[in-house]
């Protein structure tokens, strides 16, 4: 039996590429979802954010009390890139800099054998934006050893990434609160 046959049989761990794209809300959340998920469940999660401002203190406290805790497994976030502002006062140059230091961030933890899921947040919206090469993306999906998790989330995911998935999940946006100019609430929103 090949190592992928065994993996296909659920009695070896079969790391899975995860990636959750669409217009709706839900990308980022339902990442955290999975690596609480996985932290309860013992595992050494990572959470690397590619994008600046997709995390809300909200999720920021709470990965701090379950770093700190003993009862399940590892978990670290780390807010990397640059934040996009309404004046885009912020240079293209710096954000592509920032978005690759980032990305070699990424390939260290991939190989490093040190975690079992990776959320790499905004990745996508990062190639969209033209930050990131999708080969750059497809190449940390080449480096991944056979037991990892990788969760790549962001509107648009380039199709060669959705090819390379083994999960792929859209979420639709069908209503939103702002289209009633209902503001953002805390805990949902931040
Ligand atoms: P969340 O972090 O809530 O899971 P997301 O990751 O799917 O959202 P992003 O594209 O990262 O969404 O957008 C970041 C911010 O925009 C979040 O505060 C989110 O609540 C909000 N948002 C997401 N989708 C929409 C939408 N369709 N209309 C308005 N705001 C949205
Ligand atoms: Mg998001």
Known sequence: MTETEKAATGKEPHGLVLVHT????????AALGLALRAWGDGLRVLILQFIKGGWKYGELHAIQALA???AGGTIALRQ?????TR??????EEHRRAAKEALDEARAAITSGAWDLIVLDEINYAVKF??????????LLDARPQGLHLVLTGRDAAPEVI????????????????????????????
């Open 22 to 29: 669409g217009d709706g809300k839900g990308k980022t959340t």
């Open 87 to 92: 004046k885009g006062n912020v240079d293209a």
């Open 68 to 70: 700190k805790s003993s």
């Open 130 to 139: 033209g930050l990131l090469d999708v080969s750059d993306v497809l190449a």
């Open 163 to 190: 090819a390379r998935a083994d999960l792929v999940t859209e979420m639709h946006l069908v209503k939103h609160p702002f289209q009633k100019g209902i503001q953002a609430q805390k805990g949902i929103e931040f």
């Open 80 to 84: 990397r890139g640059l934040g996009f």
